[in-house]
Structures are given as C-alpha cells and as structure tokens.
C-alpha cells in the first residue's frame, strides 16, 4: 500500500519495480496482491489498453484503523479497553502519552455533550 499511496496510481509493475531491493516478486504475484486489496476495498483499478492502473481508496490512517479493529476483535475479544491495558503493561504506552489521550478524550467528549 505504501507504493499505492505515495503515487497516484501505479500499475502492477511499478510496485513490482518498487519493492524489488526488499521483496523481489514476479509480477503475477504484483497482480495478485493487488487484485486482493482491492477486493477487500482499499485500491480500485481502471483500465488502459491491456493494463490496470490502481489507486489507493483508503487513507493509511483509515487501513490502520480497520486492522487495529480487526486486533481488537481476534486478540481481545471486542475490548478496546484489553488491548490498550495491554498496550500500558507491555510499555507500548508511557504515562505521557496516556495522559495526552487522556485529554483527548475529555475534548472530544466536550464537542460531543456541546453538540
């Protein structure tokens, strides 16, 4: 997705090109990988002579977020509250940074009772 995301679109064999140093693939595997993304609706193609062009429909942050969630799901049984415990017991989180979510929170349930 990286590849996907720091152009407008790319084709199979630019991300092929792309990852070749760190993940030498054929392009067949290029082709399939992203056929699979876009199935699962983060890219979407058009087509150009015999070629597909993709681009990216999800934001990173979006992706992210739909793969935390999916965490949350199959790790700490729908609990946001396991995994970010988890987060603080293994020192993922510091002190820090829990308090900056922390008043994060505050505000944006501040908008939210505004509202």
């Known amino acids: 997705m990286d590849v996907i995301?720091?152009?407008p679109s790319?084709?199979?064999?630019d991300v092929r090109e792309a990852l070749a140093s760190r993940h030498p693939m054929k392009d067949s595997t290029a082709r399939t990988v992203l056929k699979r993304l876009e199935e699962k609706g983060y890219l979407?193609?058009?087509v150009e002579g015999r070629t597909n062009i993709y681009r990216g429909l999800t934001a990173p942050q979006n992706v992210a977020v739909r793969a935390v969630r999916q965490i949350i799901d199959r790790f700490c049984g729908g609990s946001v509250e396991q995994l970010l415990v988890g987060?603080?017991?293994d020192e993922?989180?510091?002190e820090q940074e829990l308090q900056r979510l922390a008043k994060r929170i505050g505000r944006l349930k501040?908008?939210?009772e505004e509202a």
């Open 5 to 7: 995301w720091k152009r």
């Open 10 to 13: 790319a084709t199979a064999e």
């Open 110 to 112: 501040s908008r939210k």
């Open 44 to 46: 979407e193609h058009r």
């Open 92 to 94: 993922v989180l510091d």
């Open 87 to 89: 987060m603080v017991n």
